[in-house]
């Protein structure tokens, strides 16, 4: 079984989980790995690239080899999927999430000594992030710091670090998970600062009704396809077409319910919208469409308009 992955070292980290997770089910496979817009065009912020071609800087070309038979399957990072796909293609499987929290690492976390927590950076540290979700939470929590693009593969980000570029950067922990890196970090507390939907999760593509997507089954996780569902329902909601800071973020409690939280900024992080609820999960996608629903009413819809006029 021939499976599709971008060449950074976190996207073949990913596919080797999946490769392996397979081959305990009997499944020998092959990785192929596919160059996208994304890896391609590292001089622009991301959200720029996502107003030249669309959603899916990191996808589109991956879509195209899936669609035309080149590969069997997809391994992608689950935040990184548009929320409007191929009708031809399906997400299979959703693997058991990784941890969904952002992480601040600074010069001495890539060493020996502990990283500098958020709450000690001094005022005008320079950090990096290509979000513009982080870039505007990171405004919120501390208008004092000098937020600066930051592009590249996790080994690229973390080489400009060494070098002095940034004082500290913000990446995803599960990353740091996946490649098995032992270094220093901050973990952002969630209740300022809500993840990208889907972040911490890796999904599995392949083409509807096909052979390899009835394996390929085997390995969702039920628990992590409710709580993805429920973020990519909020955020689809609020709709915009376009890149905007909001985040999802959504959490099985007791079994049979979901706490749900999200928000929309604007770009400068000045002004947001958030809500935080518990819905059951008998149900789940009526009520995860009524919290978009409420989200956007309580001027998160506003927002999104906004953001995408920039």
């Not at 959603?55 to 590969?71: K, M, P, Q, T, Y």
């Not at 429920?230 to 049979?256: H, K, Q, W, Y």
């Amino acid at each position: 079984m021939i499976i599709g992955t971008r060449g950074s070292a976190l996207a073949l980290a990913q596919a080797d989980i999946v490769a392996r997770e397979l081959q305990k089910i009997g499944t020998e496979t092959e990785v192929r790995t596919i160059k996208t817009h994304g890896d391609v065009v590292t001089d622009r912020p991301l959200h720029e690239l996502s107003n030249v071609r669309g959603v899916g800087a990191f996808v589109r070309e991956i879509d195209e080899h899936s669609l035309a038979g080149d590969i069997d399957i997809a391994v992608h990072s689950m935040k990184d999927i548009p929320t409007i796909r191929p009708e031809q293609l399906v997400t299979a499987a959703i693997l058991k999430r990784d941890p969904p929290y952002d992480v601040l690492i600074t010069e001495g976390g890539d060493g020996d000594e502990d990283s500098m927590s958020i709450d000690d950076l001094p005022a005008g540290a320079v950090i990096g992030t290509s979000s513009l979700r982080r870039r505007a939470q990171l405004h919120r929590f501390r208008s004092d710091l000098d937020i600066i693009d930051l592009r590249g593969n996790i080994n690229t980000r973390m080489r400009k670090l060494r070098e002095g570029v940034y004082d500290g950067i913000i990446l995803a922990e599960a990353g740091l998970v996946r490649l098995g890196w032992d270094i220093g970090f901050d973990r952002l507390k969630i209740d300022h600062f809500i993840p990208s939907a889907n972040q911490g999760t890796i999904a599995v593509v392949t083409l509807k009704d096909s052979g390899a997507g009835d394996l390929v089954r085997a390995l969702d996780h039920s628990q992590t396809r409710i709580e993805t569902e429920i973020e990519r329902i909020v955020i689809s909601v609020l709709g915009g077409g376009c890149d905007v800071p909001i985040g999802a973020f959504a959490e099985m409690v007791g079994g049979d319910r979901v706490r749900v939280r999200a928000e929309v900024l604007s770009l400068d992080g000045s002004r947001y919208e958030r809500v935080d609820e518990t819905i059951p999960v008998e149900g789940y996608v009526e009520h995860a469409e009524r919290v978009g629903v409420e989200l956007q009413a309580k001027g998160g819809g506003a927002l999104v308009k906004e953001a995408c006029r920039y």
